[in-house]
């Protein structure tokens, strides 16, 4: 079975500080990854995806950067960190590729548990 | 632009009660996944929506697609504690990203 572990779980940092979380998935091979950040108690905003190693795709322009150095790979990360970058961030897989017809059931994302990021 | 609306946002009942949760686009969506949230944990799936006018029941919960694949909700019967989380909408449309609604936080009374 698939599997995927996010870490720290919690962190403090102080502001100009760099970052860097990491997600790794288990159990499969070329998903594709995804970085979500959540404000407390509402939706999830898409910060980066990447299909493959080496791509990665940005949706909104930040203080943030993402890697995939490796196939189940999927690095977050900061020179430096400011007050606003505080938050819960989610990392999520889904399977490559995209279904269609009646197997769009299988486009179904799985999220990490999650880091909740304080700055300072 | 919010191209998923999510309502209401916030939702405290009594055990017992039933309610529902909407979520609305102007888009059409290849499918819809609602997914529940507890404190300081990753969304967890509960069902995926994929055929207009699609209902799909989950023991107490029950989940409806609209038939323009544009809107879903969510119906909660007789809701317990145990239901009490944050219940998130995500619609797809077939580029392999998800579009949040902006979640409803639900507190059920004992």
């Known amino acids: 079975s698939q599997t995927i572990h996010q870490w720290p779980a919690t962190l403090v940092q102080p502001v100009g500080s760099p970052l860097s979380l990491e997600c790794t998935v288990e159990?499969?091979?070329?998903?594709?990854l995804y970085w979500y950040r959540q404000a407390a108690g509402r939706g999830l905003q898409l910060l980066f995806y990447s299909v493959g190693i080496g791509q990665i795709s940005s949706e909104v322009p930040q203080n943030l950067s993402a890697s995939r150095p490796q196939d189940r790979q999927f690095i977050l990360s900061s020179k430096k960190l400011l007050l606003s970058d505080s938050g819960f961030y989610l990392c999520a897989w889904r399977d490559h590729g995209l279904a269609s017809g009646r197997d769009l059931a299988k486009n179904i994302q799985y999220f990490g548990a999650g880091t909740r990021l304080s700055v300072l | 632009t919010q191209l998923l609306e999510q309502s209401p946002q916030f939702l405290s009942i009594q055990e017992g009660e039933n309610l529902t949760v909407y979520c609305n686009s102007s888009?059409?969506?290849?499918?819809l996944q609602w997914y529940r949230q507890e404190p300081g944990e990753g969304p967890v799936l509960l069902v995926t929506?994929?055929?207009?006018?699609e209902v799909k029941k989950l023991k107490r919960l029950t989940f409806q697609f609209g038939d323009a694949r544009k809107d879903s909700s969510l119906h909660i019967t007789a809701a317990q504690t145990g239901d009490t989380g944050l219940y998130l909408c995500a619609g797809e449309r077939n580029t392999g990203k998800l579009i949040f609604g902006q979640g409803t936080t639900l507190q059920v009374k004992p």
């Open positions: 159990g499969t091979s070329n998903p594709n």
């Open positions: 929506v994929v055929t207009g006018g």
């Open positions: 888009s059409v969506f290849s499918s």
